[in-house]
């Protein structure tokens, strides 16, 4: 039922002419992740890092897709060493609402990226053209965005042990940048979904 739900206001969206938009945020830590190679056996590749750390990179990023136009869009912002939480929360909300025309409909779960005052604020601000949808609990697999984590981090970052969240932080923006330009990629994310949405309106 709650696919359903979800759906509804999407097939809306798409009869109005209205941009839909998935928002999440992820967290990157500076510690490379480690995946099976195609090393010589018994020759296992060594990957240097610094001791415990905490340092990060925290993304929030928002996939957009414009009836109208029939295209896709991301939009990413990243911190080293800070998270999503209030005012950047609301600075990252402005900037996508920003390029926003008219209505539109937002898909989010109940994350960090979504609370607080000044979050709070913008939508309101934004309410009267704003349709909000909520994600179910527990269905990453409704988000689309989670496809796209799952894809910087296990293919584009595994193995990669950057000397500080700075140059961390420069990597994911550049592959974030690269991907922003694949129609096919980033339509590949909803199809590797379970986004209970219509093929038809993706193009």
Not at 3 to 13: E, S, Y
């Amino acid at each position: 039922m709650a696919g359903v739900r979800l759906a509804a206001p999407q097939k809306k969206a798409r009869r109005q002419g209205a941009p839909s938009a998935w928002i999440d945020e992820t967290g990157l830590l500076r510690a490379p992740l480690a995946r099976r190679t195609w090393a010589t056996q018994g020759q296992t590749p060594d990957l240097a890092q610094k001791g415990a750390t905490r340092e990060k990179v925290s993304v929030a990023a928002a996939l957009g897709l414009s009836p109208r136009r029939d295209r896709l869009g991301l939009d990413s912002r990243t911190l080293a060493n800070g998270s999503f939480e209030s005012w950047s929360g609301a600075a990252f909300w402005e900037a996508m609402v920003r390029g926003l025309a008219g209505r539109f409909v937002v898909v989010w779960d109940g994350g960090p990226l979504h609370k607080g005052d000044p979050i709070r604020d913008r939508v309101d601000h934004s309410s009267a053209r704003l349709s909000r949808e909520r994600l179910p609990p527990c269905a990453p697999r409704l988000n689309p965005i989670e496809v796209l984590w799952s894809w910087l981090k296990w293919e584009r970052l595994s193995h990669f042990g950057p000397r500080d969240a700075h140059e961390l932080d420069g990597r994911v923006s550049a592959e974030l940048a690269t991907a922003r330009e694949d129609q096919a990629f980033l339509r590949n994310l909803f199809h590797a979904s379970d986004l209970p949405l219509p093929r038809a309106s993706l193009f």
